[in-house]
């Protein structure tokens, strides 16, 4: 990792959904970005043949989006031992934590058990959707409409959650 770019690994869902409202290349542009092997396999390989299977393999082909395989056996261990956490959020947990990157998981249970590590996240898909705004990649005023095709594209996000996040974008609309 020679890059100065924030490194980042994603967890199935931010993946997918992005991919689903094909909006998955913006996400790629605001660093350095990871999936790990078993992520690949429940995003492309489990469900080959997907809009957003497709769009993700593409990305992975085109060198923009690169598979992690964790090393440190053990250290996934760690977090497998965890009930709450599947073995996706796992590998993205020890992947960010050898890479020194943000998971970027949506799974409160997940993050809790990553702070107890001292692996640094991310709040998965509303995260990303706000960097890209941070960042001007989109305009605030299409971050609504995005946020609503996600939610849409079957993100689950839990109403008061949604109803913060529309009071944010629309702040900075009428900035």
Known sequence: MSSSKT????????????????KLDLVLRIGEVYI?????METVERVEGRPDAIAIH??????DLR???????SFLRVFQRHPEMHMGEAE?????????????VDEAEARA??????????????FL???????????????ERILDELVGSGLYVDSQTLIRATQRIREKVHR
């Open 67 to 73: 598979v992690y395989d964790v090393r440190n056996r």
């Open 113 to 126: 058990v990553a702070k107890t590590y001292g692996v640094k996240t991310r709040a998965g898909t509303l």
């Open 92 to 104: 993205t947990l020890a992947a960010a934590k050898e890479l020194d990157a943000y998971a970027v």
């Open 58 to 63: 593409d990305a992975i082909e085109r060198g």
């Open 7 to 22: 490194v980042y690994v994603l967890d199935a869902t931010a993946t997918i959904h992005f991919a689903k409202i094909q």
């Open 36 to 40: 790990t092997r078993e992520v690949y």
């Open 129 to 143: 959707l706000f960097k890209l705004l941070s960042l001007e990649r989109i305009e605030a005023s299409d971050c």
